[in-house]
């Protein structure tokens, strides 16, 4: 069964400060890597989807990297904002037939 | 707005009810996945169907049962309900089927329906 794991569980930064966070997922039988934004009272929101080893991706001032050899991804944002406040997630397709998600970084922004 | 839309939106009942949870996925989406969130649990996934056939199926009680519709409308069914089946239950849709070479499709997700089981 795919295990996906995310760490830290929660995070407290002040407004400004720049941060980051960790999705390990199994790097054997890889098929791609997807981050999500969860705010309170909403939906999950794609920022990411991810599946070569050295990816890059950037939207805005958060970005992702991907390493499938050893199974993790990190997620940065840069110069946080109290909007940036939302839970997370990282999901890694299982077998390619569904999302397991891993359980979050819910982050929160202090003005 | 992701265009997934799930009703209804809150539902409470009773113990031992039997309740229905709609999805209508975004237009042009064939696939439907359903996913559950408890109280400090993260998303389990429940059950997939791409184009009216089950594709995948997850940590689904054998009370829950799941179809998708010819017009692509998915359904959840939740059976002989327990206090714990309370919780967030979303729907989301994407445009593949799954499987190798088509995962990089993200999921939009539905705004969820918040089932309270007193």
Same mark, same amino acid.
């Given at each position: 069964i795919l295990n996906v794991e995310q760490s830290p569980q929660s995070l407290h930064v002040q407004e400004g400060d720049s941060t980051n966070f960790t999705c390990s997922f199994p790097s054997s039988n890889f098929y791609a890597l997807h981050w999500y934004r969860w705010e309170t009272a909403k939906s999950p929101e794609a920022l990411f989807v991810m599946t070569l080893n050295g990816d890059e991706k950037k939207k805005g001032r958060i970005s992702a990297t991907l390493n499938t050899k050893e199974g993790y991804s990190y997620l940065y944002i840069k110069? $946080?904002?109290?909007?940036? $406040?939302a839970t997370y997630l990282c999901a890694s397709p299982n077998y390619g037939q569904n999302f397991v998600f891993g359980p979050g970084t819910r982050l929160s922004v202090l003005p | 707005d992701s265009g997934v839309t799930q009703t209804p939106k809150h539902l409470i009942t009773a113990t031992g009810q039997r309740v229905t949870l709609r999805c209508s996925p975004r237009s042009g989406d064939l696939s439907v996945y359903w996913y559950q969130q408890s109280l =400090?649990?993260?998303l389990q996934f429940l059950i997939h169907y791409y184009n009216g056939e089950e594709r995948a199926k997850g940590?689904?009680?054998?009370r829950f049962s799941a179809q998708q519709f010819p017009d692509l409308h998915s359904e959840l069914n939740l059976s002989s309900?327990?206090?714990? =089946?309370s919780a967030l239950y979303f729907c989301a849709s994407s445009v593949t089927q799954g499987g190798e070479g088509s995962t990089n499709e993200k999921l939009f997700f539905g705004s969820g329906t918040q089932l309270s089981v007193l």
């Open positions: 110069g $946080s904002q109290p909007e940036d $406040s | =400090d649990q993260g940590n689904i009680l054998e309900l327990e206090l714990g =089946d």
